[in-house]
């Protein structure tokens, strides 16, 4: 396997623009994760989903943020409208019953 | 001005020493905690997890060390090599939730 897929690896975007993440998470995990990591808070869960639903989303900072999974394969994390204070890098990780696995992860700079 | 951001702690310690990191968890309800190992540029990897019903596992040059009482988890790292410098987090999981991480701890390995 793969591990988990993220893309865009790098994604720099102007102040007001829509921004898409993409995540696919290891094949027969259940649970799929998005993460925020800046240097100001380190690492904050902003949403989890269990078998495609979503569990927990107090995570997420406000409605501009938005989170899918379609399917057991494929995850998204949109904001709309960006704003520089959403610069910060984007993690997604999946899990089975115990560790969570990471991607890469995007690091997104917004101007 | 000040500087603001995440200040997190540094350890540094001499190639080939042990070295232990300490991480004080919140929630009394977890059951369930995991060290990672962070590269620069790179996601959190993991490297040796604990359940609650457990005080000590050892892994390969790693022991995490789980002291209910107090809610303290520690990593001992034995005969550290320049590939150990990176950030050590810390994350607990209490049934379904997804992890909570700590902040971190910088690790510095001198030669």
């Known amino acids: 396997d793969a591990g988990v897929i993220q893309s865009p690896r790098h994604e720099v975007t102007e102040m007001g623009q829509e921004v898409t993440l993409r995540c696919k998470p290891i094949s027969g995990h259940n649970s799929l994760f998005w993460y925020r990591q800046t240097m100001m808070r380190g690492l904050e869960l902003l949403i989890y989903?269990?078998?495609?639903?979503?569990?927990?989303d107090s995570g997420m900072p406000e409605d501009r943020f938005s989170a899918k999974m379609p399917n057991a394969s494929f995850s998204t994390l949109k904001i709309q409208p960006s704003e520089p204070r959403d610069s910060a890098v984007y993690f997604c990780?999946?899990?089975?019953?115990?560790?969570?696995?990471f991607g890469q992860g995007t690091r997104l700079t917004v101007v | 001005g000040e500087s603001v951001g995440l200040h997190l702690p540094t350890l540094s310690v001499q190639e080939g020493d042990n070295s232990i990191i300490n991480c004080a968890y919140s929630n009394s309800a977890s059951d369930y905690f995991i060290w990672y190992k962070q590269e620069s540029g790179k996601g959190p990897q993991f490297i040796i997890d604990?359940?609650?019903?457990?005080d000590k596992r050892q892994g390969q040059r790693v022991t995490v060390l789980l002291n209910k009482t107090v809610k303290h988890l520690s990593l001992q790292i034995a005969a550290t090599q320049p590939g150990d410098s990176a950030v050590y987090l810390c994350?607990?999981?209490?049934?379904?939730?997804?992890?909570?991480f700590g902040k971190g701890t910088h690790l510095i390995i001198q030669p």
């Open positions: 990780a999946s899990s089975g019953p115990f560790e969570a696995f």
């Open positions: 604990i359940r609650s019903n457990m």
């Open positions: 989903f269990n078998n495609n639903v979503p569990i927990d």
């Open positions: 994350a607990e999981k209490g049934g379904a939730d997804g992890l909570t």
